[in-house]
């Protein structure tokens, strides 16, 4: 059974950094594509950054140039860099295993999600 666990959130200050780890179990962590999602409360899942087995990624729109994502396949991780926050990223960050290669931005493309880490961010 495949499990994710998130870690590195916390409490910063706007224009701040963090970056949240996800360990994954099972040898098979660098087949398939691996993605980000928050959210907020009171507000649906979002979907924030995915990165392909091979390093490709994409990103929503209100992070594109304060996130980057990446991964370290010898070490069943990805990694989510965040700077540049804003109170607007105030959200559980949560990491999420596609079905497949394939690094979508919707949430029904992934399978096997991890447990969340806080992230909030102060004015």
């Known amino acids: 059974q495949v499990q994710l666990v998130e870690s590195g959130g916390g409490l910063v200050q706007a224009g701040g950094s963090l970056r949240l780890s996800c360990a994954a179990s099972?040898?098979?962590?660098?087949?398939?594509?691996m993605g980000w999602f928050r959210q907020a409360p009171g507000k649906e899942r979002e979907f924030v950054s995915a990165i392909s087995w091979s390093g490709s990624s994409n990103y929503a729109d209100s992070v594109k140039g304060r996130f980057t994502i990446s991964r370290a396949n010898a070490k069943n991780t990805v990694y989510l860099q965040m700077n540049s926050l804003k109170p607007e990223d105030t959200a559980v960050y949560y990491c999420a295993r596609s079905r497949g290669t394939y690094y979508g931005q919707t949430g029904s493309e992934y399978d096997i999600w991890g447990q969340g880490t806080q992230v909030t961010v102060s004015s």
């Open positions: 099972g040898r098979t962590f660098s087949s398939y594509a």
